[in-house]
């Protein structure tokens, strides 16, 4: 998919970076990545979706790694979902695994890498993660996406074109945003 950078800079507020390579990773058992390439006047998408074997986590491991090592090339940047700490704590370390094997990857290929947790990286570009209920993020990421002329046929690549966005986009801070607590208010006795 194709989309002019002078549009896309207006819809993500955010100058785009020519002549370019980035990739999005979001890892899981159905691994998501984005390819996203500029040039002086283009951006242009590819995603495809890579499944692993969640059973055997010694194949999977290893699958994982032989299918990273084949994906990363070149790139200038490759931006990877950091681990969500959910309530399956198991679920979590095979996430981690996963995001480390990427990162390791990255470096034995000398590709700068940056890691962001996905509701950081959908509020840097103020999406309302909560538009369709709680649960149903990828939907309302897939929605924005569309919005900005990002089509796609399969919610689960959402995060990982916003991810690959992230890696275009001139000056954007990766680090978290923090909400200002609000200072509770005394009562007189």
């Known amino acids: 998919m194709k989309l002019k950078i002078t549009e896309l800079e207006k819809k993500l507020n955010y100058k785009i970076k020519k002549n370019f390579k980035a990739v999005g990773l979001d890892t899981a058992k159905r691994t998501g990545v984005a390819f996203i390439t500029t040039d002086t006047k283009w951006v242009d998408i590819d995603f495809i979706f890579i499944e ?15 299918e990273f090592k084949k994906i990363f090339s070149n790139e200038n940047l490759a931006v990877v979902e950091e681990v969500f700490l959910g309530f399956n704590r198991a679920g979590s370390l095979h996430l981690a695994k996963m995001g480390t094997l990427a990162i390791g990857i990255c470096i034995d290929k000398n590709i700068p890498f940056e890691l962001i947790m996905a509701s950081s990286a959908r509020s ?3 999406i309302d993660s909560r538009k369709f209920g709680k649960g149903k993020s ?3 990421v897939a929605h924005y996406l569309k919005g900005i ?3 796609v046929d399969d ?6 074109i916003v991810l690959g966005l992230l890696g275009i986009c001139e000056g954007l801070s990766f ?8 200072k509770k208010k005394k009562l007189d006795k």
Do not use: P, V
């Open 124 to 126: 840097k570009f103020n």
């Open 155 to 160: 919610n689960d690549i959402s995060d990982a």
């Open 52 to 66: 692993f074997n969640y059973e055997n986590q010694k194949q999977m491991l290893t699958q994982m790694h032989r």
């Open 175 to 182: 680090l978290a945003t923090t909400k200002k607590k609000k």
């Open 138 to 140: 990828k939907e309302a």
């Open 149 to 151: 002329g990002i089509e």
